[in-house]
């Protein structure tokens, strides 16, 4: 009885999953075995970050730019941070494509949207779809640990959006929302 009813439930899952979502999303890959969204990021964005706490309260808001120049596997990605302020910084990060995910290996050259010098640093991004990545990093903040999630979506060719949240000793702290737009 027991295997008829979860062969039932089986089905109708899968029945209302397909009536949702009429295909699994596929991911394409360049001759390099990169996915195509990470491609369509290279270039240079510009834009505006808020930082958000806990209750909702703006923290504060900055200008960022983000470079990102893929070839071959090698990634590089240059932040510049409070743009136009005494307190403008630029970080490269450095990764690679392994097995179609974004490795950053682990470095003490990381800053923060801030701009604090952190240490520890290193991450992975992989492709969700073909306009969406998911990225899952670590870094130390002066004693203090902290990790992040954050979700970047392409919008379109010239238009993205990035959320995310900040973690501190395993204690969510703070959402950050990147609006930006391609400048070259």
């Not at 009429?22 to 890959?29: C, F, K, V």
């Not at 075995?33 to 290279?42: K, L, M, Q, S």
């Not at 392409?154 to 929302?177: D, G, P, S």
Request: net charge negative; glycine share 6%; proline share 3%.
């Amino acid at each position: 009885m027991t295997d008829n009813i979860s062969a039932h439930t089986e089905t109708l899952m899968a029945s209302t999953f397909v009536d949702s979502y009429p295909a699994i999303p596929t991911l394409s890959y360049n001759e390099f075995g990169v996915p195509i969204v990470f491609t369509d990021h290279c270039g240079t964005w510009e834009g505006q970050a808020m930082r958000i706490d806990k209750l909702g309260n703006l923290i504060d808001t900055h200008s960022v730019r983000v470079r990102i120049d893929i070839e071959g596997n090698q990634y590089v990605q240059t932040n510049t941070v409070r743009i136009d302020t005494p307190r403008e910084i630029t970080a490269q990060y450095f990764g690679e494509f392994i097995e179609g995910k974004l490795v950053f290996p682990l470095t003490d050259e990381v800053y923060t949207l801030g701009g604090e010098k952190a240490t520890h640093f290193s991450g992975i991004a992989w492709a969700v779809t073909d306009n969406m990545i998911l990225y899952s990093g670590s870094r130390t903040l002066g004693d203090v640990p902290t990790h992040y999630n954050e979700l970047i979506t392409v919008v379109n060719a010239n238009h993205r959006v990035r959320t995310t949240q900040l973690y501190e000793n395993l204690a969510y702290k703070l959402v950050t929302a990147i609006d930006e737009f391609r400048v070259s």
